[in-house]
């Protein structure tokens, strides 16, 4: 197993937007509390804005030169902090469970490193409870954690 980093081209960007639109819109939906119209609005109105960012940048993630999944990474700086923001790092289910999505991880903290940021952060949904443990286990803290609870 060599996992690797690819820039993909514009084309490929373009083609793979509408579903990582629709992971988005099904992941909001699961675990934001949005209904699915909602949800779909929301990553319709987000998904183009920020694949559009110059500071984003999306991969595809492959395997001995197979494509198994994609990470978008980006640069930020917020109130003069400057980091590497996760958006998205993505293994195609049939290549799960082989500790890919831990490679991946480990290449973004590589490719901040590589341009002198020395913080990555992301945000995941609470339900997402895999990931959640990946990331934990890779040293990540929780900085905040917003809850609610349905009363219907």
């Known amino acids: 197993m060599s996992l690797?980093?690819?820039?993909?081209?514009?084309?490929?960007?373009?083609?793979?937007?509408?579903e990582i639109e629709r992971g988005y819109a099904a992941d909001i939906e699961r675990n934001g509390g949005l209904?699915?119209?909602?949800a779909r609005?929301?990553?319709?109105?987000?998904?183009?804005?920020?694949?559009a960012d110059s500071n984003n940048v999306l991969y595809a993630l492959e395997d001995?030169?197979?494509?198994?999944?994609?990470?978008?990474?980006?640069?930020?700086?917020?109130q003069g902090?400057?980091?590497f923001w996760l958006w998205d790092v993505f293994v195609?289910?049939?290549?799960?469970?082989?500790?890919?999505?831990?490679?991946?991880m480990q290449l973004a903290e590589e490719?901040?490193?590589?341009?002198?940021?020395?913080?990555?952060?992301?945000?995941?949904?609470?339900?997402?409870?895999?990931?959640?443990?990946?990331?934990?286990s890779l040293g990540y803290d929780e900085v905040s954690v917003w809850m609610g609870k349905d009363l219907t």
């Open 64 to 78: 001995d030169g197979e494509r198994v999944g994609h990470l978008w990474v980006g640069e930020r700086e917020v």
């Open 111 to 136: 490719e901040a490193r590589r341009r002198g940021i020395a913080r990555v952060e992301l945000n995941v949904f609470g339900g997402n409870v895999v990931a959640r443990s990946l990331y934990r």
């Open 35 to 38: 209904s699915a119209a909602a």
């Open 92 to 104: 195609d289910e049939v290549h799960r469970g082989r500790g890919l999505g831990r490679l991946a």
């Open 81 to 83: 902090r400057r980091f």
């Open 41 to 51: 609005q929301k990553a319709a109105e987000d998904t183009p804005r920020v694949l």
């Open 4 to 18: 690797s980093l690819r820039r993909l081209t514009a084309d490929e960007i373009e083609a793979l937007a509408p």
